[in-house]
């Protein structure tokens, strides 16, 4: 399996001092290589496309103000995630992106085969599975689920994320890995990621 | 007979239910999916592909935060206090100079509680505080008092942070 972390690529400190001090050109660098990062944490936490918008662009213009008040001794990576998750939640909590039992038995009954995740073409309909199938996890699952499996965070990583334990997390994915196969397994072409 | 036999009997497929239950496993919580069973790590591998795949919508970069007021406002305040300072200092300098009794400005009683002064050629120092100076020459008092917060000027910030300005960023992953 391919690699999975994607925020591998942290901003460096001298680009963070330099947004901290109010540098046009760093802000602009740095939201330019944040921004995907943080929607994409959106979209999986919400598991919609329109909130995640929204929510993305709240969170980097919070992350900008709190940046330089931010705790030093911790990695900016999870500073940053625990900033999103919180706004997600918050999102979530005003009763927006509710998933509904329909659109998960529309996604498991479906037959036909999922499109190659990288085909363009298919953008809608792979953004749209991904949705549904996101929505069919619970929220504790699938907040686990997107920071390990999807983000790539480590399992201690992720506990403290979550503030729960490493067992806690490990138990959470496997329960989300389990209904994604129920989900989706059927729907994969044989082989096609051999 | 087989009466008489039946508790051992049951006390022995007891005994070994007990054993085969204390024997269980639980299945193994594989931390990475590479290691789970391979139709879930598909399922995972699709799920991790397109969510990094999305394509990402346009964004509106955040103007760069201007730092103005956190170096301009406490300068403009020692300004003002180091004026109120040599006023103060001015003014009681001229009223030993008219040969008058200087009085403790912060203990100064206010205007409206002193008696009219005979002679109404000196300066008086009534009060002399950080944020405000109240001197007062015969019928007239002049009161100085520190500026209050002005309106964020257009583009700057409270307390260094930055504005929501925004401009446009094309869409892009």
Not at chain 1, 123 to 152: K, M, Q, W, Y
Not at chain 1, 156 to 163: C, D, H, K, N, S
Request: charged share 30%; with cysteine.
């Amino acid at each position: 399996m391919s690699s999975p972390p994607s925020g591998a690529g942290s901003p460096t400190p001298e680009l963070l001092r330099a947004v901290e001090a109010g540098a046009p050109e760093a802000v602009d660098a740095w939201f330019r290589a944040e921004h995907p990062e943080v929607y994409r944490l959106c979209f999986g936490f919400l598991a919609h496309a329109a909130d995640a918008e929204d929510v993305a662009q709240e969170a980097m213009l919070h992350l900008l103000q709190k940046l330089a008040g931010r705790d030093a001794a911790r990695s900016y990576r999870a500073w940053r995630t625990t900033l999103v998750l919180n706004r997600c939640r918050d999102r979530l909590r005003r009763g927006a992106s509710r998933s509904t039992a329909e659109e998960g038995a529309a996604l498991a009954s479906s037959e036909r085969v999922l499109p190659d995740p990288h085909d363009v073409a298919e953008h809608a309909e792979i953004e749209r599975t991904l949705a549904l199938a996101l929505r069919s996890l619970p929220e504790r699952e699938r907040e686990a689920f997107v920071l390990r499996d999807l983000d790539g965070l480590a399992t201690e990583e992720v506990a403290r994320a979550l503030e729960i334990g490493e067992s806690s997390v490990r138990s959470l994915v496997t329960l989300a890995r389990r209904r994604l196969r129920e989900l989706l397994g059927a729907r994969l072409a044989p082989g096609a990621d051999a | 007979m087989s009466a008489t036999h039946e508790p051992d009997d049951d006390a022995e497929a007891s005994r070994e239910l007990r054993e085969l239950y204390r024997a269980l496993q639980p299945p193994p919580l594989v931390d990475d999916a590479d290691d789970a069973d391979p139709e879930t790590a598909r399922a995972v591998r699709w799920m991790r592909d397109a969510w990094q795949g999305l394509e990402i919508p346009a964004a509106r970069v955040p103007v760069a935060p201007r730092r103005v007021r956190r170096v301009a406002r406490p300068l403009r305040f020692a300004l003002l206090a180091a004026a109120a300072a040599l006023l103060a200092l001015g003014g009681a300098a001229l009223w030993r100079a008219l040969g008058r009794a200087p009085s403790a400005p912060s203990s100064a009683p206010r205007l409206a509680d002193r008696p009219a002064p005979r002679d109404t050629s000196g300066v008086e120092v009534l009060a002399a505080l950080p944020d405000r100076l109240e001197l007062r020459s015969g019928p007239v008092r002049l009161v100085l008092l520190a500026p209050a917060d002005d309106a964020p000027t257009n583009g700057a910030t409270t307390n260094g942070t930055p504005t929501s300005q925004t401009h446009d960023l094309p869409t892009g992953g």
